[in-house]
């Protein structure tokens, strides 16, 4: 039986970093880990929370239309009907995905660096000052103050966060899990990557036995540590069950 480490573990401090960036003395480390899992599940909270609310809001406003739309296509030409349906599940599956959120924490202050693919919802008047409050209300830290920055992924599509969020989306709306998967890897094309790896497993297709199915293409060497590989776990819920996403992405070598 072959012992698995992750990727990332296996590889901190020659080609990966420390998402963390802080000192406590051993009796306070513990109370440090929860505040850094507090401070990264409110952020993740306050995203899904407020892209919820956009979602509703378009569908509210686009529902009339969206019907005169549809008649209009049927009577033109269906093929034309399908490419725009396609290109809104590109486009809004990918959307506001955390790729990483970094924590420097200082003496009176706690630096939060937010990593984002397309930071379309947090670029709005007021939704930094809104999320501040909501960290300090979490974190309560009266002698700390919090400042928020936000950096936008240079090439969101090499990122395996955002092609596990991608894929989920289409699973979520019944598209085939293989079609996912190789529009999924069709998608690094716009990123400088040389080789990627998606895996997924549980109950494919609704079928009653457990799977797995995996697709590769290019190199991925991760036994190598100078190797620059970025991995990700991602659980998607489905009607049939949860259904388990690993995506290896093979950036470079040092």
């Known amino acids: 039986m072959g012992q698995k480490i992750n ?8 080609t990966q970093n420390h998402h963390s960036f802080w000192f406590a003395q051993p009796k306070n480390y513990s109370e440090g880990l929860q505040e850094d899992k507090k401070i990264r599940n409110c952020i993740k909270n306050y995203i899904q929370k407020n892209r919820k609310k956009g979602s509703n809001r378009k569908i509210e406003s686009d529902s009339s239309s969206e019907v005169i739309t549809h008649n209009r296509k049927i009577e033109s030409d269906s093929s034309s009907e399908v490419i725009t349906h396609n290109r809104k599940m590109d486009s809004g599956s990918s959307s506001e995905v955390i790729t990483r959120i970094e924590i420097q924490k200082e003496i009176d202050t706690i630096h939060v660096i937010i990593h984002i693919g397309f930071p379309n919802l947090l670029k709005k008047k007021g939704a930094i000052e809104e999320l501040e409050k909501d960290l ?4 309560n830290s009266v002698n700390q103050r919090l400042n928020i920055a936000i950096e936008k992924v240079k090439e969101p599509y090499g990122q395996p966060n955002i092609l596990a969020e991608y894929i989920a989306f289409q699973l979520k709306n019944r598209v085939s899990f293989r079609k996912a998967m ?3 890897i069709e998608l690094t094309k716009k990123a400088d990557i040389r080789g990627v790896k998606v895996k997924i497993a549980g109950r494919l297709a609704g079928k009653e036995i457990a799977r797995a199915e995996c697709i590769k293409k290019g190199r991925l060497p991760l036994q190598t540590i100078r190797a620059k590989i970025y991995y990700c776990c991602y659980p998607i819920r489905t009607i049939y069950g949860v259904l388990g996403v690993k995506i290896w992405i093979f950036v470079d070598e040092e």
């Open 136 to 139: 300090q209300k979490e974190v």
């Open 182 to 184: 190789k529009k999924a």
């Open 7 to 14: 990727p990332l573990g296996f590889r901190l401090g020659t």
